[in-house]
């Protein structure tokens, strides 16, 4: 069992930074794969971002590469979202999720947080 606590979401104007943190306790923290989802309003669940086991590969969604970085820090059992120049099109709830595969569908991450909205501003 892995238990995910995401924070830092908020309200940022258009062209701002957020930092997004996802913390992880119970079974070991090195196992997993970690991702960042996202859902917004009427919208289905989408792929964020995905950091491998070791932190040595990352991957991104086309719609958040070059302004999106997933990095992860074992020693305190934290993934984060670092978000710059973020859009008001990034306006959603965003949900970390663990998974032992190494996948970007939804389906294959077993275990996820609460979710942290973001709200951007135009």
């Known amino acids: 069992q892995v238990q995910l606590v995401e924070s830092g979401g908020g309200l940022v104007q258009a062209g701002g930074s957020l930092r997004l943190s996802c913390a992880a306790s119970?079974?070991?923290?090195?196992?997993?794969?970690m991702g960042w989802f996202r859902q917004a309003p009427g919208k289905e669940r989408e792929f964020v971002a995905r950091?491998?086991?070791?932190?040595?590969?990352?991957y991104y969604a086309d719609s958040v590469k070059g302004r999106f970085t997933i990095s992860r820090d074992s020693a305190k059992n934290t993934v984060y979202l670092q978000m710059n120049s973020v859009k008001p099109e990034d306006t959603a709830v965003y949900y970390c999720?663990?998974?032992?595969?190494?996948?970007?569908?939804?389906?294959?991450?077993?275990?996820w947080g609460q979710g942290t909205q973001v709200t951007v501003s135009a």
């Open positions: 999720a663990s998974s032992l595969r190494l996948a970007i569908s939804a389906s294959a991450y077993d275990y």
């Open positions: 950091i491998t086991r070791s932190g040595g590969s990352t």
């Open positions: 119970g079974r070991t923290f090195s196992s997993y794969t």
